[in-house]
């Protein structure tokens, strides 16, 4: 067998093999349909593009402009004093 596919638990295989069947689709045929059409696709995305994101932090922050700040130093013990 092939040293990758030693590394897949027998319980996952079982999950695998029972979703294809519900599918109706072989284990090869479901596994191909979860990935991406093109490679370039499997690389993680953000959800959300930059300005959107951009436009949530200033929602977020918007009103926050007049707020004081402190120039307090804290402690290590000052900011875990209840972490034993």
């Known amino acids: 067998m092939n040293a990758e596919l030693e590394q897949i638990k027998p319980e ?6 029972k979703q294809a069947k519900t599918f109706g689709l072989s284990v090869d045929e479901y596994l191909r349909s979860l990935l991406p ?18 436009a949530d932090m200033n929602a977020f922050t918007e009103g926050t402009e007049n707020l004081s700040h402190s120039d307090a130093a804290h402690s ?7 972490h034993d």
């Open 12 to 17: 996952t295989l079982a999950v695998i093999e």
């Open 37 to 54: 059409q093109d490679e370039k696709n499997l690389a993680l995305k953000s959800e959300t593009r930059s300005e959107e994101f951009e």
């Open 76 to 82: 290590r013990e000052d900011i875990y004093f209840d």
